[in-house]
């Protein structure tokens, strides 16, 4: 009596993890074409590698161990005697095999976002620096800068960093006028702007063809590679000592919030 309550338990669980893993399987699919194609935007892509990361891979895991596990189901059916019938074994190939496309699109996805991001990378002069814990940057599909706090689930354009010195101003009760030049000053200061010379700054406009500033147009990507030059070139000559990348990340941000870009 207590082998067939077995059996029929060990049954009962196949059929579980089945229904299970179908529910996995074409919810996959679905998620996948909700996607869309893999973008050659700069934001769309970043969003797109969070999904790969946050959703798309967890989701292959699970996939995985649900097909692992009526593997398992049915090696203990058949250790307990019972006979597979076909169309379980039918079934079982057919799960395999989508399963096996649903591997292979994940996957293939993945690597096609992973290689346009390194094509878009390449062209950027300037590595991310790192952020306060719990913040992470993305961009928009134009390649304009903003950052999530993944505790608070909450989005802004300041460079966390210089948010936190901005807003002490904001809290102080003080002249309008007086705040708005403290927090000039502030910027100023912990962008490092106060360490770049005028030379410099025209020699980097220049390298990049930007001599007549009034006329030029400039993308994001473009800017950002600007001020790294700068802060590099300041930081080389005259062996001062600039968080180059953070500096150019925390400008190129305020820059942009600034003149509503």
């Known amino acids: 009596m207590k082998q ?33 194609p893999v ?26 161990s649900l097909m692992s596990e009526l593997d398992r189901s049915i090696a203990r059916q058949q250790q307990k005697g019972l006979e597979i019938p076909e169309t379980t074994i039918e079934r079982m190939k057919g799960l395999k095999n989508q399963l096996s496309r649903n591997l292979s699109q994940g996957k293939n996805r993945g690597k096609a976002i992973a290689k ?3 094509r878009f990378e390449s062209q950027r ?8 814990v719990g913040w992470i940057r993305v961009e928009t599909s134009s390649g304009v800068p903003y950052f999530v706090n993944s505790e608070s689930n909450t989005t802004q354009w300041d460079h966390p ?7 002490k101003f904001d809290s102080k009760n003080k002249h309008p006028g007086y705040r708005t030049a403290m927090k000039l000053r502030s910027v100023v ?3 490092s702007l106060n360490r770049v010379d005028l030379a410099t700054l025209i020699e980097s406009a220049e390298t990049y063809g930007l001599s007549e500033l009034n006329k030029a147009t400039i993308g994001c990507l473009e800017l950002g590679n600007v ?7 300041v930081s080389d000559v005259s062996r001062i000592d600039i968080d180059v990348h953070k500096s150019t990340d925390m400008l190129l941000t305020w ?6 870009m």
């Open 4 to 36: 067939l309550e077995d059996a029929l338990n060990e049954l009962k669980h196949w059929e579980d993890t089945r229904i299970e893993l179908v529910g996995a399987l074409d919810g996959f699919e679905s998620e996948l074409k909700k996607q869309g």
């Open 39 to 64: 973008s050659g935007e700069s934001g769309t892509l970043r969003r797109q590698s969070q999904e790969m990361e946050q959703k798309t891979n967890p989701d292959m895991d699970r996939m995985q």
């Open 116 to 118: 346009e991001l390194d």
């Open 125 to 132: 002069t300037f590595p991310i620096p790192e952020l306060p």
């Open 161 to 167: 960093e210089l948010r936190e010195v901005l807003d």
């Open 189 to 191: 200061n912990k962008c």
């Open 227 to 233: 001020l790294s030059m700068i802060y590099q070139s």
């Open 255 to 260: 820059l942009l919030k600034t003149y509503d």
